[in-house]
């Protein structure tokens, strides 16, 4: 069964607003304090708009949403888009998402799942800070597979757009930008992330913070210094709700039943709860667990000063990378890496990871360095 193209818009929508109700459930701001609505979102096969007035709804009001196997039975049937064509692609999605979304994650990712001719792509819309106001916005996607490709096997698109490409990016203020692109406009707001620091725990001695994070997976971290050895490590905030069911498996540890993120709870500093490791297979996989390594607080950059604190990590960096951490030596856009975190492969190996860290005399250095001298 070949799908109407405008029919194509409903399969985009209803992942894009599952992605925005994960994260708006997070508490993102204080404003979603509300009990979640007993009904439930259903987005069945009508029109474009329809599904479009949906999606802001559940923006503005989180509740659960419901996806069909249907739509994604139906998704993979249309055969009309081809997946090598970037700019049908980049309409397809565009003139699918609501014309006013959030983009949560805060390195201003807005993402998205295709499912279409067989295959499913996942990719992003983003409005890069320190580009955006230069009216260029990032698009890009990669096919996604189910056992990991070898590594540079993957096929991928990537592309800036901006007026040479019919695409205007205007600048409403600092955290709201409205794109324009044959005719439609979509509004993009920014999430605003208060950088005050923690309030539920005192940071240790010789310890800083950096900047308060947004990953994609909905989750929200703190991001902290130790100034005396410099190094960094991540923390999750429980100030905000936490998106995820985490189980006990310890006096001491705790792994996300979602995310596969396992937290090292650090007693001595009221129960904070350190990210210790991650999964390898959603490194691997490129999806929403890989660590929130790639959402640094980049709309605050010049407030957070991240660049001087990688230079304190790495004297190597100095002279090399812009305020945002990007390198300004090399070629392709490449950008310091903060994963500073261990990844693990199986149960077993996440259980001796941990038990160093009850026998280390530095333990958030010990996880910081993954288990390295």
């Known amino acids: 069964m070949v799908i109407h193209p405008t029919k194509l818009t409903m399969y985009l929508i209803a992942v894009v607003s599952m992605l925005a109700v994960m994260a708006a459930c997070a508490g993102s701001d204080g404003d979603h304090d509300e009990s979640i609505a007993a009904s439930t979102t259903l987005l069945a096969s009508s029109d474009a708009e329809a599904a479009a007035t949906l999606s802001d709804s559940v923006a503005q009001s989180p509740q659960p949403l419901l996806l069909l196997n249907q739509q994604l039975v139906e998704g993979y049937s249309e055969k009309d888009l081809d997946p090598r064509n970037i700019n049908a692609m980049f309409w397809a999605v565009f003139s699918g998402i609501p ?7 805060s390195e201003n990712y807005y993402y998205f799942k295709m499912f279409t001719g067989g295959q499913q792509f996942w990719g992003n819309i983003r409005l890069p800070a320190g580009e955006r106001d230069e009216g260029l916005l990032a698009f890009g996607y990669f096919e996604f597979n189910n056992v990991p490709p070898a590594p540079g096997t993957r096929f991928s698109r990537f592309k800036t757009f901006n007026l040479d490409d019919g695409l205007s990016l205007e600048k409403v203020d600092r955290f709201t930008y409205q794109v324009t692109y044959r005719g439609r406009t979509v509004t993009f707001n920014l999430h605003q992330l208060d950088q005050r620091p923690p309030e539920l725990f005192t940071l240790g001695e010789d310890e800083v913070f950096i900047q308060r994070t947004f990953d994609e997976s909905g989750y929200q971290f703190f991001l902290l210094f130790n100034e005396r050895s410099n190094y960094f490590f991540w923390v999750l905030n429980e100030e905000e709700n936490v998106p995820d069911i985490l189980d006990s498996k310890a006096d001491d540890l705790v792994v996300g039943r979602r995310s596969s993120f396992a937290f090292w709870i650090d007693k001595a500093h009221g129960d904070r709860k350190i990210l210790a490791a991650i999964s390898q297979i959603n ?3 490129n999806n929403y667990f890989d660590g929130p390594f790639d959402q640094l607080a980049d709309n605050y950059a010049e407030e957070v000063e991240i660049a001087k604190y990688m230079q304190l990590a790495n004297p190597g960096l100095k002279g090399r990378i812009d305020r945002f951490g990007y390198f300004n030596d090399t070629d392709r856009p490449l950008r310091v890496s903060l994963s ?17 860290i009850r026998t280390s005399d530095d333990p958030y250095r010990f996880i910081s360095r993954r288990g390295a001298p």
Not at 99 to 105: G, L, R, S, T
């Open 283 to 285: 490194v691997s996989r």
């Open 99 to 105: 014309e006013n979304v959030i983009v949560y994650p």
């Open 340 to 356: 500073n975190y261990y990844r693990t492969t199986s149960t077993e190996g996440l259980n001796a990871f941990v038990s160093r």
